[in-house]
């Protein structure tokens, strides 16, 4: 089945903060956004993989993908949001592509197995993403007083990651149906509660982290670093 890789990267990593945005950062050898995009061009042989990036970074990305020999990587201009990044990719998507999948550039560690699970549980049902169960006792906070509400049921919990996969057509249409609503949201996954799609959980992976903090940071420094 065609299908395209989405790739937002078009924040700026404030909660890393620093002056260049993390995807940008080069670790071992090659930036963060390259390392993902090699995971991906691994996996699957995509129809094309389309990054959202802001457009005083187009260059250094073309001059790294040269490099690394990722033939079609496309780019577009990001947005202020992450959704608003991705809608930006999603409206340039070939229309020979069914499928798109979406993915962090700020998630370099997924394995090429975990991007063919969940593009192949997206087939069955339509959307599919792969999550974790939730290890921690999770509580519901008043957020004025800082005091407990209530603790969640844990084990119906999962925490999402990327890759995320749908059907390009249901994903435009509930871009459509959202408008402004679209912006808020952090995920594709969410574009569908309460809408009746099954998205289906596919067991993510511990290591699929998203860089956000300098400790995530140092991790993805030791992991490839042996990985080199
Ligand atoms: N992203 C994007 N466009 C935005 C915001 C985020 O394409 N306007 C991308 C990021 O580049 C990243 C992914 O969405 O690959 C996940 O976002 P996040 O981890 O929140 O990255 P940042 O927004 O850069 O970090 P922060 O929230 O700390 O500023
Ligand atoms: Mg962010």
């Not at 998205?199 to 990985?227: C, H, Q, Y």
Request: charged share 25%; hydrophobic share 40%.
């Amino acid at each position: 089945m065609r299908t395209s890789a989405l790739v937002p990267a078009a924040g700026k990593g404030a909660r890393l903060g620093s002056k260049i945005p993390k995807q940008f950062l080069v670790v071992s050898g090659k930036p963060i956004l390259i390392w993902t995009l090699e995971t991906l061009a691994k996996a699957y042989p995509f129809q094309e993989i389309i990054v959202a990036a802001d457009p005083s970074r187009h260059t250094f990305i073309q001059k790294w993908t040269r490099k690394a020999r990722l033939g079609s990587v496309r780019l577009v201009r990001g947005g202020a949001t992450r959704s608003e990044s991705v809608r930006r990719a999603l409206e340039s998507v070939s229309p020979k592509s069914q499928y798109v999948l979406v993915h962090d550039a700020a998630r370099p560690l997924a394995s090429p197995a975990l991007i063919q699970k969940t593009l192949l549980a997206a087939r069955k049902t339509g959307g599919a993403i792969c999550a974790i169960p939730e290890s921690s006792t999770v509580k519901r906070v008043n957020l004025k007083t800082k005091t407990i509400l209530k603790t969640e049921d844990r084990s119906q919990l999962y925490l999402a990651q990327t890759p995320q996969v749908f059907k390009k057509e249901k994903l435009l249409e509930r871009y459509r149906q959202l408008g402004a609503k679209a912006a808020l949201l952090t995920d594709e996954a969410s574009f569908f509660d309460g809408t009746g799609l099954s998205v289906k959980i596919v067991e993510g992976e511990p290591m699929n982290i998203k860089i956000t903090t300098s400790e995530d940071l140092e991790r993805f420094k030791l992991v490839a670093g042996k990985r080199k």
